[in-house]
């Protein structure tokens, strides 16, 4: 972060440098702070306001985004999300994403993340930065491993997607090559 500034955008769109969005408040209403690597930005759009805006502009809507986590992992509540799958930008919410004090963490950019006390946790990010969140640690470690398994899940099924178009493309010399013995299945079936 380059010291206190922090500059106000109308427009933004989560990226690959976005490490965490924070409530703050202005009078009556709810902006964001939106913390980077190097940056720091205000928006005047609500933490899930700009969720929602970069999951449309990555082609989908949060709620598909969340329908697709549910479907991959189960999980129906504080869902973490996938943003972009192209560049991995996973979010994971501190709290229900509808709750104004609602914090959203790139779970790419945590590096550390320790206990302060019953309901804060310090959390160091790849930049070396740390912030103490108004979240127990049980709750945001629980988050950090249930964006981990949909991380999992997720590059699971893009493997398993990339095998059966290979094995399509290249037939059964794709598995010979792969190490797997070739084994006719119709003459194997229709034998005398």
């Avoid at 609602?102 to 206990?115: A, D, G, N, T, Y």
């Avoid at 070396?128 to 991380?151: A, G």
Wanted: charged residues 25%; aromatic residues 10%.
């Amino acid at each position: 972060m380059t010291g206190n500034s922090r500059n106000l955008v109308e427009e933004y769109e989560i990226n690959p440098f976005t490490m965490i969005i924070l409530p703050e408040e202005y009078g009556s209403r709810v902006y964001s702070r939106v913390i980077e690597l190097e940056e720091e930005y205000v928006s005047p759009f609500r933490p899930i306001d700009i969720i929602k805006k970069s999951c449309r502009y990555f082609g989908s809507s949060y709620e598909g985004r969340k329908e697709g986590t549910k479907q991959l992992t189960g999980i129906t509540h504080k869902t973490p999300i996938i943003v972009d799958p192209i560049s991995s930008i996973y979010f994971m919410p501190t709290s229900s994403p509808t709750k104004p004090d609602c914090i959203w963490v790139s779970h790419e950019h945590v590096l550390f993340h320790r206990k302060v006390d019953a309901q804060s946790t310090q959390v160091t990010f790849r930049n070396k930065k740390s912030m103490i969140l108004p979240v127990s640690h049980h709750s945001f470690e629980n988050q950090l491993l249930r964006t981990s398994m949909l991380r999992t899940k997720f590059m699971q099924r893009m493997k398993e997607t990339e095998r059966k178009a290979l094995y399509l493309l290249h037939g059964p010399k794709f598995n010979e090559s792969q190490g797997y013995p070739q084994v006719n299945l119709v003459s194997e079936v229709y034998k005398d």
